[in-house]
């Protein structure tokens, strides 16, 4: 269950938070971040975002004080497009939805990001997933910039010819903006494969050429194998390397996901694989929770009730006699656990929320959803000594295989899902290294979350300086 975006327990909107004792490289910080709220001050999901890649930052800023400047370039998107998007219901009524691609950094490489139809979808909140999607891009190692949009359209309660009609109407606005080597767009939030098809079909028609213009194509027209399970797996890997440092298995743990659409659905069924015991999913409607842990049998059925049925977690009890399910609450209440996968949406763990996963036993809280910790419930998790593996890190493996969708693209061929794999497997256990050793190098050992910022961070902004700073 998704709560509100604002954390109400702020005594401001995710303001910078205050630091005891005070340094040059300290006041520019805060100094810094006045200014960006000042520019964008109702944008909360996107400032609470700069806020912690922000302070994290401070030991790079310390030791190279150039790089203040390069993030004021980099926290501003390099171009920010938003259009109205027609059409027409099936009573022949017109309505009209906003669309929105934020082109955040094309450092690295094409502009990368998904799109997301939502009714809670505004520039707030794409800006803050296309920037931490620039890190997150830069993590991987692939030649990827940092991008998101998509429409405060609500594909739920549409009819199949609603949502073509949409999707025509949104692609015919975003083409000119997009290309192979411009801007590859992916799915999200409500974006899944019958969504990308009709948008490359509409995208297709207008160019009149095919190209690998999106990922999360169907495989008989472009697509690869792994992509759906991609985030779900590639958390798991993220897991299992944390795991093998710290002497706290997988196998046989107890794990609370949040979550039941694709990323929490692949997340489970990857514990399953490892030997763990994934105990929750959930959704807007409540929690299910399985005393003895979800089986391959059991997933299945949540999955014919999700994916087929389009059905609540609640109506998988129909469907499982050992399953209990707590209506209008949230997973980490469960005691005896040792890892969360939250997969569900920004910001569902607040701090009351941690202090009941520190009070259960979690041991490490590896996100699946983009920033689904609030800044306070991160203090929790640091207070109680729980390690934190960062959105934009443990959940990079849908990105990482859209990256190599791109690369297949372009080389017109297809690779073996067992290639894909161990491709997916390599890039996580890079990213895992990358986080752990810039921790370490910066005089932060163990702190992935500080690690991840580091270390996207510096690839971005190294890049934009050998560039001319543009």
């Not at 949104?170 to 009709?198: C, K, Q, W």
């Amino acid at each position: 269950m998704c709560p509100e975006l604002i954390d109400s327990h702020s005594t401001r909107r995710f303001s910078y938070p205050e630091k005891e004792n005070s340094s040059p490289i300290a006041e520019q910080i805060k100094a810094l971040y006045k200014r960006v709220e000042a520019r964008d001050p109702h944008q909360p999901e996107f400032l609470q975002a700069f806020s912690e890649v922000l302070h994290s930052l401070a030991p790079v800023f310390e030791k190279h004080p150039r790089y203040l400047a390069v993030m004021e370039t980099i926290v501003e998107p390099e171009r920010v497009i938003a259009f109205r998007v027609p059409w027409l219901d099936d009573r022949g009524v017109q309505r009209v939805n906003r669309g929105f691609r934020i082109q955040y950094s094309s450092t690295l490489g094409p502009y990368k990001g998904g799109l997301r139809f939502h009714p809670t979808v505004n520039l707030s909140v794409l800006k803050f997933l296309g920037f931490e999607q620039t890190f997150k891009n830069s993590l991987t190692g692939l030649a990827m910039g940092g991008a998101k949009g998509g429409s405060d359209f609500d594909p739920k309660g549409k009819s199949e010819a609603e949502v073509l009609r949409f999707c025509q109407s949104f692609m015919t606005s975003l083409y000119r903006h997009i290309g192979a080597a411009t801007d590859v767009p992916a799915g999200d939030m409500n974006v899944g494969g019958r969504e990308i098809g009709y948008l490359f079909g509409q995208y297709k028609r207008l160019v009149n050429h095919f190209e690998g213009v999106l990922t999360g194509k169907n495989l008989n027209w472009g697509g690869s194998q792994i992509r759906p399970e991609a985030t779900g797996y590639g958390a798991v890997y993220f897991a299992e390397f944390w795991a093998a440092d710290n002497g706290v298995p997988l196998k046989g743990a107890r794990c609370l996901v949040s979550g039941s659409g694709n990323v929490a659905q692949y997340t489970v069924e990857k514990l399953i694989h490892v030997g763990a015991i994934p105990l929750t999913m959930s959704d807007t409607s409540g929690y299910v929770y399985e005393p003895e842990g979800f089986t391959q049998d059991k997933l299945n059925h949540m999955m014919q009730v999700k994916n087929v049925a389009k059905g609540r977690v609640s109506d998988y009890c129909k469907l499982s006699p050992t399953a209990q399910f707590f209506p209008n609450k949230k997973p980490w209440e469960q005691k005896n656990i040792q890892y969360a996968f939250p997969s569900a949406c920004e910001n569902e763990i607040d701090h009351t929320d941690a202090a009941s996963l520190a009070a259960n036993g979690c041991r490490c809280v590896v996100e699946g959803a983009n920033m689904p910790s609030t800044n306070q419930a991160i203090e929790v998790y640091k207070k109680s000594k729980i390690v934190l593996c960062p959105g934009k890190a443990a959940n990079a493996g849908g990105v990482a295989v859209s990256g190599l969708e791109m690369a297949q693209n372009s080389m017109r061929t297809v690779w073996t899902r067992e290639e894909v794999d161990s491709k997916l497997k390599a890039i996580m256990k890079s990213i895992y290294d990358g986080c752990k050793d810039a921790a370490a190098k910066y005089g932060h050992p163990g702190d992935l979350q500080m690690g991840a910022n580091i270390a996207g961070f510096l690839k971005v902004a190294q890049s934009v300086v050998d560039q001319g700073c543009v």
